[in-house]
């Protein structure tokens, strides 16, 4: 089962159990998904990758606005911003710890340094090759500083 469709099957489940804040969070989910798909000149269907990355646009925009709330003193609005973002972060993979991405990294690099002595210039493929196996599960800007230093 896809991504959206677990989130279209959840979605039922939700209305049948009358949890309107997942409900309406599914909801607004599923419509920005519709939105993407249907915009532009040609009708795509977004595929889970696709789909996890808006997911956690919408975890980070929640997140932003509930610290937007917490500096008003809106605290009631920040904890119902923090709920749906945690309830987002359901439907995402799990995180990678310091130690597994670390691991990765020294396994590209090692990869990498066995055809040639690596140097600054070859960041990007670094990069490129780290980021297809972390798959947004790991702080891209610490990544990049692991590699940095792997490469100095």
């Known amino acids: ?14 209305l049948k159990a009358g949890n309107k804040m997942e409900l309406t969070t599914l909801r607004n989910v599923l419509g920005e998904i519709e939105t993407r798909e249907k915009s532009g000149k040609t009708p795509t269907e977004l595929n889970d990758a696709e789909v996890e990355t808006l997911i956690r646009k919408q975890v980070a925009n929640r997140h932003e606005t509930a610290k937007t709330y917490t500096d008003k003193g809106i605290s009631d609005r920040a904890a119902a911003e923090i709920a749906e973002a945690t309830f987002l972060e359901g439907y995402l993979p799990q995180a990678l710890s310091d130690d597994e991405a670390r691991s ?6 090692a990869e990498l340094s066995a ?10 493929s670094a990069m490129k090759l780290i980021n297809a ?6 702080d891209g800007k610490t990544l990049s500083t692991l590699v940095r230093a792997k490469l100095a």
């Open 133 to 138: 196996q972390v798959a947004g599960r790991y």
């Open 104 to 109: 990765i990294v020294d396994s590209v690099m």
């Open 1 to 14: 089962m896809s991504l959206k469709e677990q989130l279209r099957t959840d979605s039922i489940t939700q």
């Open 115 to 124: 055809e040639r002595e690596l140097t600054m210039k070859d960041m990007g």
